[in-house]
Nanobody, 124 residues
Framework: QVRLVESGGGLVQAGGSLRLSCATS????????MGWFRQAPGKEREFVAGISWSGASTYYADSVKGRFTISRDNAKNTVYLQMNSLKPEDTAVYYC?????????????????WGQGTQVTVSS
């Protein structure tokens, strides 16, 4: 059974940085595509960034391109989201998700397992 546990959220001022981590259980992490999504109050969950099983392909929402970077360490069964130049509109609960078919693309429906989420709050 795959379990995902996010960490690294918190309160930061606009312009600051945070790094989210998602630790994954399971012996086949290196075959999973991984993604980060976020959900702000009153809004739908939206794609933020994704990475394929090998790390060769990465995908970003237009709103975070150039500011956020997704990466993975298969030796540590962990995926990261480095968030720089944070804006108040980045405030949301951030969720890590696993795509067991290895793709790590934009589409919420392609993800099979979800973490519990971590709150990111950006003050102006």
């Amino acid at each position: 059974q795959v379990r995902l546990v996010e960490s690294g959220g918190g309160l930061v001022q606009a312009g600051g940085s945070l790094r989210l981590s998602c630790a994954t259980s399971g012996r086949t992490f290196s075959s999973y595509g991984m993604g980060w999504f976020r959900q702000a109050p009153g809004k739908e969950r939206e794609f933020v960034a994704g990475i394929s099983w090998s790390g060769a392909s990465t995908y970003y929402a237009d709103s975070v391109k150039g500011r956020f970077t997704i990466s993975r360490d298969n030796a540590k069964n962990t995926v990261y989201l480095q968030m720089n130049s944070l804006k108040p509109e980045d405030t949301a609960v951030y969720y890590c998700a696993a795509d067991l078919l290895g793709r790590g693309r934009y589409y919420l429906a392609e993800y099979d397992v979800w973490g519990q989420g971590t709150q990111v709050t950006v003050s102006s």
